[in-house]
């Protein structure tokens, strides 16, 4: 059976696109899915307010079913294992395969972990986010692990170790990353995390590659032993490993090259946005991969119409970002700029709420209440 479109993963972009054709009054042509494990998508931005206890469960997801429906495509519960890229053929965890007119890729990245590991500590992804929410919903009602180390240095880890802080309390909290602290923001917006770090009685060890997991404690390249009894990989993206088997041109890291319009550069009827893919000037973000997602719709729709005038996407050179930290305030970080504020809060729940509103409301979902909970 070929589709006309397949979709592969709820992803940012792919939301995007869905509720801007629903909002158009597109549907694609009968016979379009998406595929992809969970019947909700979580929106990434929300995670560390839900995981401090800012925000419910609810507020934080997006129920797929309605939104498919209000599309005119068909949900499918499963899990892409490998695609053969010139077939254009997905083949499915569930031991389903099906071929694809177009294929639209936007399934986003795994964590890195270390090379070596022999299984002594619990490993909790900070992706795929239902995961992690189930693992911290385990911890609080069952007691969390007495020691938990946090590998990253970068926004995510940082807003997760805060958070993380202000839902467990009585757990000692390490935060270890590779190089420095926030290495992609201004230098004072590191100044600034490492003090809350600090304020919060959270251990900080920078400049320490973690490469094997070994009885019970993380080892460093530098031949340090740090100890732990669970570890959250807050690493940044890796790719998934059948990226690199599907005959589409990867980078050396194994991500999908595409060009401006979205298309793989080897493949020009499979398309990718977010985390799954590179394109120069484009960092792996929740940003950026939305900003993808207003191309992404457009250029879809004109590829199954059979034309060919397709827009371009150019990533913008720099981006705000807003890292909640655990309390009433939020960092925000843009150029050289970075400054703490309430009214960056204020704002981080104004563009993430409105966000989840117009996902809510394109799939016809009554409207939940926006109001953080604390
Ligand atoms: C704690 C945390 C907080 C973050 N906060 C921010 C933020 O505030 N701002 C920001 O810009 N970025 C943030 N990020 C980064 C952001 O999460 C990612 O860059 C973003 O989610 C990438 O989106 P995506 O479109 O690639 O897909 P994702 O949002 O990663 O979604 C991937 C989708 O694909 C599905 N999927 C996965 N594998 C398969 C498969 N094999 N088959 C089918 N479906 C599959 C998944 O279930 C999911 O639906 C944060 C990351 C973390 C870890």
New binding site residues.
């Given amino acids: 059976m070929t589709a006309p479109l397949i979709m ?7 939301l995007v696109a869905i509720r801007d054709w629903i909002r158009q009054g597109y549907q694609p042509p009968s016979g379009s899915v998406l ?4 019947p909700e ?2 929106y ?2 929300m ?2 307010g839900l995981l401090a206890g800012r925000w419910q469960s609810e507020q934080c997801r997006v129920a797929l079913g309605p939104l498919c429906h209000a599309a005119g495509i068909s949900l499918q519960l ?4 490998s695609l053969d890229a010139d077939q254009r053929r997905v083949q499915l ?1 569930s031991g389903k395969a099906l071929n694809g007119e177009l294929i639209s890729l ?4 795994g964590n890195p972990a270390p090379p070596h590991n022999d299984g002594s500590l619990e490993l909790v992804g ?5 995961a ?1 929410y189930r693992r911290w919903q385990h911890w609080r009602e069952h007691g969390a692990p007495a020691r938990l180390a946090i590998l990253g240095g970068g ?2 880890a940082v ?2 170790a805060l958070a993380l802080q202000r839902a467990l309390p009585g757990c000692q909290l390490t935060l270890i990353c590779a190089s420095a602290l926030l290495a992609a923001q201004p230098p004072r917006a590191a100044r600034l995390a490492r003090s809350l770090l600090a304020d919060r009685g959270i251990t900080l060890q920078e400049g320490h590659l973690v490469s094997c997991i070994d009885s019970g404690a993380l080892l460093t390249e530098a031949g340090r032993a740090i100890e732990a009894d669970a570890l959250i990989l ?1 690493t940044g ?1 890796a790719p ?1 490993p ?1 990226q690199q088997n599907s005959g589409l041109a990867t980078d050396s890291s194994g991500f999908i090259q595409i060009g401006n319009t979205l298309q793989s550069q080897s493949h020009p009827r499979i398309l990718a ?4 893919a590179t394109l120069p000037g484009c960092p ?7 900003r993808q997602g207003a191309v992404l719709g457009p250029n879809l729709r004109t590829l199954l119409a059979g034309d060919s005038a397709l827009q371009r996407y150019q990533p913008q050179p720099r ?1 705000l ?4 930290t655990g309390d009433a305030q939020a960092l925000a970080c843009y150029g050289p700029l970075a400054l703490r504020s309430r009214l960056a809060l204020a704002l981080k729940d104004r563009l ?1 709420t409105g966000f989840m509103r117009s996902l809510q409301q394109a799939g016809g979902l009554p409207a939940q209440d926006q109001r953080p909970i604390v």
């Fill in positions: 592969i993963g709820a992803g940012h972009a792919h595929i992809t494990p969970e998508a979580w990434s931005g995670m560390p499963d899990s892409l294992i965890a936007d399934c986003g990245a900070a992706k795929p986010f239902g992690l926004a995510a807003e997760l807050a993206a998934a059948w946005s977010g985390d799954c792996h973000s929740g940003v950026y991969a939305v981006a970002a807003l890292l909640a993430d």
